[in-house]
């Protein structure tokens, strides 16, 4: 969404450590391992140079869900046989690396391996993104040891460049805005790759489902009854493959109480629908390590994730993120303290 952050381009980003749990990916270069399955999403761009970085075996606490074991092997993983990695050694990684960023895309309903990831974050004194819905930023302890210890970190739950939950969140924020009483919404999601497939587990889904309500909910002029709200993961179609599908429809009535309603069919590529988010997300990040500013970045943090701890309307997010690039670029410190203070104000 962003080309130049702070004088960061894309092409600057760098993976210097990576990790994962797979057979087909721990042990090689990350070059390589992209392209591995169950990796499913369309491949635009192949000539990858070699990395030199070898993914290592991490840590899996409660990182996929057991019925992923029963599947073909080419929707489902296959544990590796390395040793699991000590938080000692991630930290060691991320250290000799010289990582500025960790980046947590863990699978929905890794409440511990979330966690796990996120203290090795504040002890290798790296940034953190937070892009699944275990809440961390959004979490006033968590938020509390990242301004501690002067770490910045944005989360949680990374919000598409056009998904779901910006497309839901805009319909329900123009019901608002032209008089339109929402009386009862529901989004239906469907996708084949091996995030749907680990959200077939329900008891995984607690957060996710939690996360996708409330971004919608913080936009409504009158919260819903839970009966008249139904959004979260629906199926795994494996076909689909990377593709996802989503389906909302939207009850009101307008003046008169005359009944008006809305379906919309939205068909996107999931992966790389988050991916430019994520690129916009390490940036900001970098931009406060340059300051020496760190705790949760709210303005960002509001922009680009669904569950952030300060929940706006995405033309006050986005103005918000625009004022916090503009601010973090210029270096003025003054005003950077002062964003700070009054998001935090904001946030107690």
Not at 179 to 189: F, H, P, S
Not at 196 to 204: K, S, T, V
């Given at each position: 969404m962003h080309w130049d952050i702070g004088g960061y381009l894309p092409s600057d980003i760098e993976v210097v450590a990576a990790f994962d749990i797979d057979r087909r990916k721990v042990g090689i270069d990350v070059s390589i391992a992209i392209f591995q399955p169950p990796n499913c999403s369309k491949i635009f761009c192949k000539d990858i140079p070699k990395t030199k970085v070898i993914v290592k075996m991490g840590k899996i606490l409660d990182s996929y869900a057991d019925h992923m074991n029963y599947y073909n092997k080419e929707y489902t993983f296959i544990l590796s046989d390395q040793k699991e990695s000590t938080q000692e050694e991630i930290i060691q990684e991320l250290k000799t690396s010289k990582a500025d960023i960790l980046i947590n895309y863990l699978p929905v309903g890794s409440e511990k391996a979330a966690k796990f990831y996120a203290e090795c974050a504040l002890k290798a004194k790296v940034g953190f993104i937070n892009c699944m819905p275990v809440f961390i930023a959004s979490n006033p302890i968590w938020a509390e040891k990242f301004k501690r210890d002067n770490i910045p970190i944005i989360g949680d739950d990374i919000k598409s460049q056009l998904g779901a939950t910006i497309v839901?969140?805009?319909?329900?924020?123009?019901?608002?805005?032209?008089?339109?009483?929402?009386?009862?919404?529901?989004?239906?999601?469907?996708?084949?790759?091996?995030?749907?497939?680990?959200?077939?587990?329900?008891?995984?889904?607690?957060?996710?489902?939690?996360?996708?309500?409330?971004?919608?909910?913080?936009?409504?002029?009158t919260r819903l009854k839970n009966e008249n709200i139904h959004i979260g993961p629906s199926d795994w179609v494996p076909w689909q493959k990377d593709n996802k599908i989503c389906f909302i429809r939207m009850e009101g009535n307008i003046f008169g109480d005359i009944p008006i309603d809305i379906e919309l069919r939205l068909s996107v590529e999931d992966s790389p629908n988050s991916a430019g988010v994520v690129i916009d997300a390490i940036r900001c990040i970098k931009l406060a390590l340059d300051r020496n500013h760190g705790g949760v970045l709210y303005n960002p943090s509001s922009y680009f994730m669904k569950h952030p701890p300060i929940q706006y309307s995405d033309d006050e997010a986005f103005q918000l993120t625009e004022e916090f690039i503009n601010v973090f670029s210029g270096a003025k410190v003054s005003l950077i303290d002062k964003m700070i203070k009054q998001n935090e104000q904001s946030a107690d």
């Open positions: 839901h969140r805009v319909l329900t924020n123009l019901f608002k805005k032209r008089g339109v009483k929402l009386m009862r919404t529901y989004q239906l999601n469907t996708g084949g790759n091996t995030d749907f497939l680990n959200m077939l587990d329900r008891h995984r889904l607690a957060s996710k489902k939690q996360s996708k309500t409330e971004a919608v909910q913080s936009q409504t002029k």
